[in-house]
């Protein structure tokens, strides 16, 4: 009996480690995957509804989507990006200057 009790015990600390573990490793991950899943899941009523339009073609339907996922989500995401470097640059160019630096001191 003692036997099956240090089995069990060593069997569920194995799987706790192991567990922690992988968590662990998946901790870099978490935000993207979160981030993808909800892409998916606005993007996903439009990919059912264009479905039958390309003659339930699977893959072309999922092509399209992510074309146009790519259009609403990324290209406004990158021209955002571009603004605030350039406003960064320009913040950047205001202050390091020579006469803002003398008029520092």
Excluded at 52 to 75: F, M, R, Y
Aim: hydrophobic letters at 55%; glycine letters at 2%.
């Amino acid at each position: 009996m003692e036997y099956k009790k240090i089995q069990s015990a060593t069997f569920f600390f194995l799987l706790i480690g192991v567990t922690l573990i992988f968590c662990w490793l998946l901790r870099p991950y978490v935000y993207p995957i979160f981030w993808a899943v909800v892409l998916a899941m606005i993007f996903h009523p439009l990919f059912k509804t264009m479905l039958p339009g390309l003659k339930n073609k699977k893959n072309l339907t999922a092509a399209v989507t992510l074309i146009i996922t790519v259009l609403i989500v990324l290209i406004p995401l990158a021209a955002v990006a571009s603004l605030v470097v350039k406003q960064a640059f320009d913040i950047y160019n205001q202050f390091g200057n020579e006469e803002t630096l003398q008029k520092i001191n």
